[in-house]
């Protein structure tokens, strides 16, 4: 009697071991088991949220997800999109890519669904042609650690998501063709207010966020009136859609469509056959790029006329970007950064406005000249776009507006064989702050991080997960940081003593407004 006690009992502490380790949620499709990680997050990768975009989908608006019987595991990522480009600073854990890539990833406590979590999604960086979910930096499980449903999305890339052709603007319902990557997006946030409850999510929450082409994508989800009612918050890191950088009327776009084409001297019935490595490769070599497009259905109207006059998601918007986003290299190039070469820059790019331009990025000296041509690219770069896209949405949308500036200095590469030369500025590139934001520092490890990274980390992430709580990033033991006015605007600096301050260089916005909206 003794011995089948001792059996019973071994054998429902390893069925309750088991149930420990492999959570399970039912959603829509049916049910899931995902994993826990050290028993207080749930995690589960791999998870569909539309058909794969293969054979006859492709290059069709998602479609639903078909039903599955029994359990479906959700323990790896799936296979990230088409792409040939990898940038160096970008760490995949998923095995491959593939057209077959319409998959998300959830994080969330392991608490009970009935106490309902605010929820954030994320859409990844990478130019509209490269990025994946399941990057390192991008990993929910310290932000679901602080009782956030973490979301990463899968969406479709370059020539799979963006292609537009006149065969397509026919077959479809809605007459339009493109932007399918943009409703990739859409057809999650969907996901997300059917099934995120059954994570503990709370779909009365929801906050939208990204990095680069994320946050141009954020921004275009708020514009797009198909997008309203399904998310509740915006988060963007340098860059939105109603910079200089316009998207292109269907029309462009169809024709740039058949041109590549024709260009492959091939049919439209038989690229649509191609094997997708093919295509790829092809797409790679023809020097084409495939973007956004005011394609009348998810975009209507030019995404600035939107905002101009209102018409974008009324949430409240935390949005800015980074002190030195790119080099001073793209103004001047491979010339040496002296007082001569860089206003001989200025006259090749802005022509009869140099001179404004110099008011603008003064420069009597090399280091002036450095910092100028710094702050310029990085302006036209990211900041211009992302300042307008504040300006605009504090002065339309109704909502509290947040702006920053991110100036943590980088530190050198984890494996530096000798120190970094420290710069006349703080350098804070591109994308620098992904991984601060969302509490990462640890996961991304090629960096030689110090106790002044993770104090900046702990800031950033804390405003990130107020405001994903909130709609509001203040709260205890962080400074004060107040919306944006646009006559009188505000910046909070985010590094190891982060503060708020008093916007500086507003002329130099202008200045860019009036040279590429005159």
Not at 30 to 41: K, T
Not at 251 to 272: C, I, P, Y
Not at 420 to 439: D, M, Q, V
Not at 485 to 497: E, L, S
Request: net charge neutral.
């Amino acid at each position: 009697m003794k011995e089948l006690y001792c059996l019973a009992f071994l054998s429902l502490a390893l069925v309750t071991s088991y149930a420990q380790s492999a959570p399970q949620v039912h959603i829509a499709n049916g049910i899931l088991e995902g994993e826990l990680d050290s028993g207080d997050i749930r995690i589960f990768r791999g998870i569909p949220f539309a058909q794969p975009p293969v054979g006859d989908l492709r290059w069709k608006e998602p479609q639903p997800v078909k039903n599955w019987k029994g359990v479906r595991k959700a323990l790896r990522f799936a296979p990230r999109p088409m792409q040939t480009a990898q940038f160096k600073d970008m760490l995949f854990r998923s095995g491959k890519y593939s057209e077959d890539c319409l998959y998300l990833n959830v994080w969330a406590p392991n608490t009970s669904t009935d106490k309902k979590h605010p929820v954030l999604v994320y859409f990844y960086g990478g130019g509209l042609y490269a990025g994946d979910a399941s990057e390192v930096r991008y990993d929910g499980a310290s932000m679901a650690r602080k009782g956030i449903v973490v979301v990463t999305v899968n969406y479709r890339l370059g020539i799979f998501g963006f292609f537009a052709h006149p065969r397509l603007t026919d077959e479809s319902s809605h007459h339009s063709s493109g932007n399918y990557g943009y409703l990739d997006q859409q057809a999650a946030l969907r996901w997300v207010q059917i099934n995120i409850g059954a994570f503990g999510g709370d779909t009365a929450r929801v906050t939208i966020a990204g990095q680069s082409a994320g946050s141009m994508s954020v921004s275009v989800q708020m514009a797009s009136p198909l997008s309203k009612g399904l998310f509740n918050g915006a988060i963007g890191e340098s860059g939105s859609i109603v910079g200089a950088t316009p998207p292109i009327t269907l029309n462009m776009a169809e024709q740039m469509g058949a041109r590549f084409t024709n260009a492959l001297n091939t049919s439209f019935d038989a690229l649509r056959e191609e094997p997708a490595e093919q295509l790829m490769e092809e797409a790679a070599r023809s020097g084409f790029h495939f973007s956004t497009i005011i394609d009348g259905y998810f975009l209507p109207q030019s995404p600035r006329e939107i905002f101009t006059t209102g018409r974008q998601a009324g949430v409240p918007l935390l949005a800015g970007w980074n002190a030195t986003e790119v080099s001073w290299n793209d103004i001047i190039g491979d010339n040496e950064p002296t007082v001569p070469n860089y206003f001989s820059a200025l006259l090749k790019i802005y022509g009869s406005s140099a001179e404004e331009a110099a008011k603008n990025y003064p420069a009597t000296n090399r280091d002036e000249v450095l910092r100028s041509a710094t702050d310029l690219a990085t302006e036209r770069f990211l900041g211009y776009s992302t300042w307008k896209w504040i300006d605009l949405h504090a002065r339309t949308g109704g909502r509290p507006v947040y702006r920053y500036l991110y100036a943590q200095q980088q530190p050198p590469w984890a494996d530096a064989k000798t120190p970094a030369r420290t710069p006349p500025f703080p350098i804070a590139p591109h994308s620098a702050e992904i991984a601060y934001a969302l509490g990462n520092l640890t996961l991304y490890n090629i960096y030689a991080w110090t106790a002044d990274d993770y104090r900046t980390s702990e800031i950033m992430q804390g405003f990130f997960v107020n405001f994903i709580r909130t709609g509001d990033p203040n709260g205890q033991g962080l400074p004060a940081w107040s919306a944006y006015q646009p006559g009188t605007p505000n910046v909070m600096i985010i590094d190891r003593n982060a503060h708020q301050e008093p916007a500086k260089n507003s002329n130099r916005f202008l200045f860019l407004d009036s040279f590429y909206y005159k």
